[in-house]
Structure formats: structure tokens, C-alpha cells
């Protein structure tokens, strides 16, 4: 079973960046991004950033700090998040859909994001 698989997450100082990926752990496999979600102790899991086509989306509270992304050549989808807070920290996930937009709904196992203030 093909799973999307996050990277790129640690621990950093407020104000600092830090740059996600997604990717299919079988490359061979086509993935339709949906987009980043994340879900911080205690709070449900939120919708961070959307992509479709050529249009992005994102949650009033990263706009203008996050980047949502693609590179379809590398079948691979990136969030760059910079001006982090505090308020960032939280496990972030990938969505997306495997083998085309009529695939079946995939998430990955999520990469732990924190900031210090």
C-alpha cells in the first residue's frame, strides 16, 4: 500500500523557516495533492494550505508566512513555512490522492514541527 511520507520538521526559534515534503514511499505511484493539515496536543486537525491546479489556499493564520507548493516532476509537495511562532507547533500531515484525482485518499505519518519562543 503506497503511503505519503513527510520530512523536513524540527525543532526551531521563533521567526526562523523551515521547508516540508511530501512524497509517495513508492515513487512509481502519481499523487493528487490536496494539501497540509496539522494538528497541534490537544486541538483537532486543521486545514493549513490547499493546492489544485494552479490555485492555493491557506488558513488566515499562515497567510502571508507559508507556501504551499508542488514539483510534479519529483511527485513531490512542499510546504515552506517561514516567520514561524510559537503557535506552528504542531504534528503536520500531507493529503493527497494515489494514482490521480479519482485514487484513493492518503495520509502520511505526520513530521513534528516546533517552535521555541
Known amino acids: 500500500q503506497v503511503q505519503l511520507v513527510e520530512s523536513g520538521g524540527g525543532l526551531v526559534q521563533a521567526g526562523e523557516s523551515l521547508r516540508l515534503s511530501c512524497a509517495p514511499s513508492?515513487?512509481?505511484?502519481?499523487?493528487?495533492?490536496i494539501g497540509w493539515f496539522r494538528q497541534a496536543p490537544g486541538k483537532q486537525r486543521e486545514l493549513v494550505a490547499t493546492i489544485s491546479g494552479g490555485r492555493t489556499n491557506y488558513a488566515d493564520s499562515v497567510k502571508g508566512r507559508f507556501t504551499i507548493s508542488r514539483d510534479n516532476a519529483k511527485n513531490t509537495m512542499y510546504l515552506e513555512m517561514n516567520s514561524l511562532k510559537p503557535e506552528d507547533t504542531a504534528v503536520y500531515y500531507c493529503?493527497?490522492?494515489?494514482?490521480?484525482?479519482?485514487?484513493?485518499?492518503?495520509w502520511g505519518q505526520g513530521t513534528q514541527v516546533t517552535v521555541s519562543s
Open positions: 513508492r515513487s512509481t505511484f502519481s499523487i493528487n495533492f
Open positions: 493529503n493527497g490522492l494515489v494514482g490521480g484525482p479519482f485514487g484513493k485518499s492518503s
